[in-house]
Protein backbone atom coordinates (compact mmCIF):
# COMPACT_ATOMS: atom_id res chain seq x y z
CA UNK A 1 0.00 0.00 0.00
CA UNK A 2 0.98 3.71 -1.14
CA UNK A 3 1.62 6.27 1.71
CA UNK A 4 0.50 9.69 0.34
CA UNK A 5 2.46 12.29 1.93
CA UNK A 6 0.45 14.53 3.98
CA UNK A 7 0.36 17.64 3.27
CA UNK A 8 -2.19 19.27 5.90
CA UNK A 9 -5.57 21.47 5.45
CA UNK A 10 -4.25 23.64 2.64
CA UNK A 11 -4.96 20.26 0.33
CA UNK A 12 -8.67 19.52 -0.16
CA UNK A 13 -9.37 16.00 -0.32
CA UNK A 14 -12.71 14.66 -2.62
CA UNK A 15 -13.94 11.37 -3.38
CA UNK A 16 -12.24 11.15 -6.11
CA UNK A 17 -8.57 11.18 -4.41
CA UNK A 18 -9.36 7.98 -2.32
CA UNK A 19 -8.21 5.63 -4.03
CA UNK A 20 -8.65 1.97 -2.88
CA UNK A 21 -5.27 0.50 -1.00
CA UNK A 22 -4.26 4.45 -0.27
CA UNK A 23 -3.20 4.95 3.45
CA UNK A 24 -3.18 8.27 5.45
CA UNK A 25 -2.02 8.77 8.81
CA UNK A 26 -2.57 11.40 10.70
CA UNK A 27 -1.35 12.74 14.45
CA UNK A 28 0.24 11.95 16.87
CA UNK A 29 -1.85 12.58 20.20
CA UNK A 30 0.21 12.84 23.33
CA UNK A 31 -1.72 10.76 26.03
CA UNK A 32 -1.31 12.80 29.66
CA UNK A 33 -2.44 11.86 33.25
CA UNK A 34 -4.51 14.72 33.64
CA UNK A 35 -6.71 14.61 30.28
CA UNK A 36 -7.14 10.83 31.33
CA UNK A 37 -8.69 11.67 34.88
CA UNK A 38 -10.54 15.00 33.08
CA UNK A 39 -12.30 12.80 30.08
CA UNK A 40 -13.04 9.80 32.56
CA UNK A 41 -14.47 12.23 35.49
CA UNK A 42 -17.07 13.45 32.56
CA UNK A 43 -17.71 10.73 30.53
CA UNK A 44 -16.11 7.24 31.76
CA UNK A 45 -15.93 7.45 35.46
CA UNK A 46 -14.87 3.94 35.94
CA UNK A 47 -11.84 3.56 38.98
CA UNK A 48 -8.90 2.47 36.23
CA UNK A 49 -9.88 5.39 34.70
CA UNK A 50 -9.96 8.27 37.20
CA UNK A 51 -8.00 6.52 40.46
CA UNK A 52 -3.94 6.07 39.93
CA UNK A 53 -4.04 3.90 43.22
CA UNK A 54 -7.15 1.82 42.36
CA UNK A 55 -5.75 0.86 38.85
CA UNK A 56 -2.29 -0.16 39.96
CA UNK A 57 -4.36 -3.03 41.79
CA UNK A 58 -6.89 -4.21 38.50
CA UNK A 59 -5.28 -6.25 35.77
CA UNK A 60 -4.27 -3.28 33.83
CA UNK A 61 -1.32 -2.03 36.56
CA UNK A 62 -2.39 1.42 36.72
CA UNK A 63 -4.01 3.90 34.93
CA UNK A 64 -5.11 3.55 31.56
CA UNK A 65 -7.29 5.85 29.62
CA UNK A 66 -11.05 5.28 28.35
CA UNK A 67 -11.13 3.71 24.92
CA UNK A 68 -13.83 6.61 23.92
CA UNK A 69 -11.51 9.18 24.93
CA UNK A 70 -9.02 7.29 22.99
CA UNK A 71 -11.28 7.16 19.46
CA UNK A 72 -12.66 10.94 20.56
CA UNK A 73 -9.16 12.50 20.81
CA UNK A 74 -7.58 10.36 17.93
CA UNK A 75 -10.26 11.90 15.65
CA UNK A 76 -10.19 14.95 16.63
CA UNK A 77 -6.64 15.27 15.67
CA UNK A 78 -7.51 13.83 12.20
CA UNK A 79 -9.81 16.74 11.60
CA UNK A 80 -8.00 19.41 13.09
CA UNK A 81 -5.04 18.25 10.35
CA UNK A 82 -7.37 18.34 7.76
CA UNK A 83 -8.08 15.13 6.99
CA UNK A 84 -11.04 15.16 4.90
CA UNK A 85 -10.92 19.22 4.84
CA UNK A 86 -12.69 20.31 1.71
CA UNK A 87 -14.94 17.21 1.19
CA UNK A 88 -16.05 15.19 4.51
CA UNK A 89 -20.03 15.72 4.82
CA UNK A 90 -20.79 13.01 6.79
CA UNK A 91 -20.43 9.61 8.06
CA UNK A 92 -22.68 6.53 8.16
CA UNK A 93 -21.29 5.73 11.14
CA UNK A 94 -18.32 3.00 12.50
CA UNK A 95 -18.93 -0.80 12.80
CA UNK A 96 -16.19 -3.25 14.94
CA UNK A 97 -14.99 -0.30 17.24
CA UNK A 98 -12.06 -2.91 19.34
CA UNK A 99 -10.01 -1.96 21.88
CA UNK A 100 -7.39 -4.36 21.45
CA UNK A 101 -4.83 -2.81 24.25
CA UNK A 102 -4.76 -0.39 27.01
CA UNK A 103 -3.43 2.99 26.25
CA UNK A 104 -1.02 4.67 28.97
CA UNK A 105 0.22 7.46 30.01
CA UNK A 106 3.05 8.83 27.81
CA UNK A 107 1.84 7.24 25.14
CA UNK A 108 1.22 8.95 21.59
CA UNK A 109 -1.28 7.85 19.37
CA UNK A 110 -1.41 7.61 15.51
CA UNK A 111 -5.03 7.33 13.53
CA UNK A 112 -3.90 5.68 9.98
CA UNK A 113 -6.85 5.06 7.59
CA UNK A 114 -7.15 2.84 4.83
CA UNK A 115 -8.89 3.03 2.10
CA UNK A 116 -10.93 -0.25 1.48
CA UNK A 117 -14.20 0.54 -0.96
CA UNK A 118 -15.09 3.77 -2.55
CA UNK A 119 -18.45 3.55 -4.26
CA UNK A 120 -20.69 6.44 -5.77
CA UNK A 121 -23.32 4.37 -7.72
CA UNK A 122 -26.24 4.37 -4.60
CA UNK A 123 -25.67 7.80 -3.74
CA UNK A 124 -26.64 11.19 -5.41
CA UNK A 125 -24.17 12.47 -7.85
CA UNK A 126 -22.48 15.11 -5.97
CA UNK A 127 -20.69 12.43 -3.53
CA UNK A 128 -19.56 9.17 -3.21
CA UNK A 129 -18.69 6.72 0.15
CA UNK A 130 -15.70 5.87 1.36
CA UNK A 131 -15.18 3.30 3.50
CA UNK A 132 -12.13 3.39 5.44
CA UNK A 133 -10.54 0.77 7.90
CA UNK A 134 -9.12 2.33 10.95
CA UNK A 135 -6.31 1.77 13.43
CA UNK A 136 -5.00 3.61 16.02
CA UNK A 137 -0.95 2.69 17.20
CA UNK A 138 0.81 3.70 19.51
CA UNK A 139 4.35 4.61 19.45
CA UNK A 140 5.96 1.17 19.39
CA UNK A 141 3.02 0.29 16.32
CA UNK A 142 0.94 -1.59 18.17
CA UNK A 143 -2.88 -1.35 17.37
CA UNK A 144 -4.31 -0.47 20.38
CA UNK A 145 -7.78 0.60 18.91
CA UNK A 146 -9.63 0.03 15.60
CA UNK A 147 -13.07 0.17 13.90
CA UNK A 148 -14.16 0.58 9.97
CA UNK A 149 -15.55 3.96 9.14
CA UNK A 150 -18.28 4.81 6.38
CA UNK A 151 -17.76 8.37 5.41
CA UNK A 152 -19.71 10.42 2.46
CA UNK A 153 -17.34 12.53 0.98
CA UNK A 154 -17.76 15.54 -1.41
CA UNK A 155 -17.51 14.84 -5.28
CA UNK A 156 -14.86 17.37 -7.12
CA UNK A 157 -17.18 16.68 -10.26
CA UNK A 158 -20.87 16.57 -9.94
Request: glycine share 8%; charged share 25%.
Amino acid sequence: MTEPVWKGVQDARFFEDFAVGARYRCGPVAVRDDTILAFAQLYDPQPFHTDPDHAAETIFGGLISSGWQVLSETFAKSVEEGFLHGGGLSSEGLENLRWLKPVRPGDAIHLQFDVVNAVSDDIPTDRGRVIFDVSALNQNEDIVMSYRLRAIIRRRIA
